[in-house]
C-alpha cells in the first residue's frame, strides 16, 4: 500500500484500523489529483477469511465517487439558497 504513494495514505490507515477493532471499514472519502483533476475515492477494508473462518488477508476496495460527491455538493449549495 505505501507504494501508491502519499495520496493513498488512508487505505495504510484504515487497514491498521481494521487489525485494531476488527470491525470492517466502509465508505471513507479521500481526494487524489490525477492530471490536474481532483478526483474523490471512497475506500473501505474487511478481513478476508476462508472456509475454516482463518485470516487469510484483507480486502481493500476503492471506487470513484467524484461525480457523486459533486452532484451532492451542488445538492447542499442549491439548499442553502432555498
Do not use: W
Not at 490507515?13 to 481526494?31: F, M, N, W
Amino acid at each position: 500500500i505505501e507504494q501508491l504513494g502519499a495520496e493513498h495514505a488512508l487505505l495504510a490507515s484504515i487497514c491498521k484500523e481494521l487489525r485494531a477493532h476488527g470491525t470492517p471499514i466502509r465508505d471513507r472519502d479521500y481526494q487524489i489529483v490525477r492530471n490536474g483533476h481532483r478526483k474523490t475515492l471512497r475506500a473501505g477494508c474487511t478481513i478476508l477469511r476462508n472456509r475454516h473462518k482463518d485470516e487469510v488477508g484483507m480486502v481493500i476496495h476503492v471506487r470513484d465517487v467524484t461525480e457523486k460527491a459533486f452532484m451532492e455538493e451542488r445538492l447542499r449549495r442549491m439548499e442553502r439558497y432555498v
